[in-house]
C-alpha cells in the first residue's frame, strides 16, 4: 500500500468479508505483521485495517516482578491522532495473551453478537478477517444504533475518531479484552456507503470517575516510566499497574488555549488541577461540543470537565510518561 498522503482524501472501500465460522483461533504474532508492514504504513489521515491492526496489536508485554509493555513501530504510532480506517466488520471477539506476544481471539457471547456496555458505548471490531487482529473502536451513547450494527456484520466499514492510547485492558488480566489501543471516541461511520456522524458526548453518569477514586491515578501516574530506543524504534513502559480509568470529571483551570482555527488539528490547551498537580495537555476534537466550549471560554478559565485520559506517545519519544486529556464536555465554573 502506497503511503497515505497527509491531505484528507476519501478513503477506499473496502471489500466485503464474511465472518469466520471459527469460535477461537490462536491469532498470528502481529509483531511480525507489523514489522513486515513498517515500509508501507502511512503517518496520518486515510489507513485500512490490514496495515493498522498488526501495528495497534504489534505490542507485548511483561509479566515479572515489575509488569512492562513493549511497544514497536512506536514513531509511525506516536504520529497518528485523528485518524480515518477502512475495512470489515466484524463479530466481536476478544483478546487474551497467551504469552508475552502471542494472542488467542474467540469470539464473543452469542456467537459475537454486539450488545451495549455499562456506560452507554458500544465497543466494535475493525478488521480483514475474523479472529485475526482488529482495531478496537468505542461509539459514544450508541443504543440507537446497535441495530445497525448487529445487521451488518460483514459489511464494508470506515471510521472516523480519535486514535487513543490507554493501559486499562493491556492483557495482565485473565478476563481483559487486551488492547493498549482503540479509535475512541467514534467521530463518523460509513456502512456499505452510508455515512453517519456522531458528536462527542458526554457518558451515562455511574461510568464517569474521578482523579482520586476509585483508584489515586497520579499515584500511578508517578510510578510509570518510559524509555524509548531509536535503533529498534520502541517503547518500553514499566511501572504501571495494568488498569486505567475510562471517563474522568476534573475540576481545574483552563489556559494557553489554541483553536488551531486554520488546521484540521485537535484544539489544544493546558490544564492545572490541585487533583493532578502536573500541568497537562488538553484536546479538543475539530466540530465537537467540547471545542464550541472551549473556543466560548474566551480565555483562561476555571472549569470542570469530562475527560478521557490519553498516553501521549510523541512525549514518550522522548523518554517523558505523560498524560493528555482529550476534552468531553466544558462548563466554565
Known amino acids: 500500500m502506497a503511503r497515505a498522503k497527509q491531505a484528507r482524501k476519501k478513503p477506499p472501500k473496502a471489500t466485503k468479508a464474511s465472518a469466520g465460522k471459527q469460535s477461537r483461533k490462536k491469532a498470528p504474532k502481529a509483531g511480525k505483521a507489523a514489522t513486515a508492514a513498517h515500509a508501507d504504513s502511512p503517518t496520518s489521515g486515510v489507513l485500512t485495517a490490514d496495515v493498522l491492526a498488526p501495528l495497534v496489536n504489534g505490542y507485548s508485554v511483561g509479566r515479572g516482578s515489575e509488569k512492562s509493555i513493549i511497544v514497536p513501530n512506536?514513531?509511525?504510532?506516536?504520529?497518528?491522532?485523528?485518524?480515518?480506517?477502512?475495512?470489515?466488520?466484524?463479530?466481536?471477539?476478544?483478546?487474551?495473551?497467551?504469552?508475552?506476544?502471542?494472542?488467542?481471539?474467540?469470539?464473543?457471547?452469542?456467537?459475537?453478537?454486539?450488545t451495549i456496555e455499562g456506560d452507554g458505548d458500544l465497543h466494535f471490531d475493525l478488521g480483514t478477517e475474523q479472529l485475526q487482529?482488529?482495531?478496537?473502536?468505542?461509539?459514544?451513547?450508541?443504543?440507537?444504533?446497535?441495530?445497525?450494527?448487529?445487521?451488518n456484520v460483514g459489511a464494508s466499514i470506515t471510521v472516523?475518531?480519535?486514535?487513543?492510547?490507554?493501559?486499562?485492558?493491556?492483557?495482565?488480566?485473565?478476563?481483559?479484552?487486551?488492547?493498549?489501543?482503540?479509535?475512541?471516541?467514534?467521530?463518523?461511520?460509513?456502512?456499505?456507503?452510508?455515512?453517519?456522524?456522531?458528536?462527542?458526548?458526554?457518558?451515562?453518569?455511574?461510568?464517569?470517575?474521578?482523579?482520586t477514586s476509585p483508584h489515586p491515578l497520579q499515584d500511578q501516574d508517578n510510578r510509570t516510566q518510559v524509555q524509548y530506543d531509536s535503533g529498534s524504534d520502541t517503547l518500553t513502559f514499566t511501572g504501571m499497574d495494568g488498569q486505567d480509568e475510562n471517563y474522568v470529571s476534573v475540576t481545574g483551570r483552563i489556559s494557553g488555549i489554541d483553536l488551531k482555527q486554520d488546521s484540521d488539528a485537535p484544539a489544544t490547551f493546558t490544564f492545572d488541577s490541585q487533583d493532578i498537580g502536573t500541568p497537562l495537555q488538553g484536546l479538543c476534537l475539530k466540530g465537537t461540543s467540547a471545542a464550541q466550549q472551549l473556543a466560548a471560554l474566551g480565555g483562561d478559565t476555571n472549569v470542570q470537565m469530562i475527560v478521557l485520559r490519553n498516553i501521549d506517545l510523541s512525549q514518550a519519544l522522548n523518554n517523558v510518561y505523560a498524560i493528555?486529556?482529550?476534552?468531553?464536555?466544558i462548563k466554565a465554573q
Not at 141 to 149: I, T, V
Request: charged fraction near 20%; include cysteine; proline fraction near 5%.
Open 133 to 151: 487482529p482488529h482495531v478496537p473502536c468505542e461509539l459514544q451513547n450508541a443504543r440507537d444504533w446497535l441495530a445497525r450494527f448487529k445487521n
Open 160 to 211: 472516523s475518531g480519535f486514535f487513543r492510547c490507554l493501559f486499562e485492558h493491556p492483557g495482565f488480566r485473565s478476563n481483559d479484552d487486551a488492547h493498549i489501543f482503540e479509535i475512541h471516541p467514534v467521530r463518523a461511520v460509513s456502512i456499505d456507503g452510508q455515512m453517519q456522524a456522531f458528536d462527542v458526548d458526554i457518558p451515562d453518569q455511574p461510568s464517569i470517575h474521578t482523579w
Open 324 to 329: 493528555n486529556l482529550l476534552a468531553i464536555d
Open 74 to 114: 512506536a514513531s509511525q504510532l506516536a504520529t497518528l491522532q485523528d485518524v480515518t480506517v477502512s475495512g470489515t466488520l466484524l463479530k466481536k471477539q476478544l483478546v487474551r495473551l497467551t504469552g508475552s506476544d502471542q494472542r488467542e481471539a474467540r469470539l464473543a457471547a452469542n456467537n459475537g453478537a454486539y
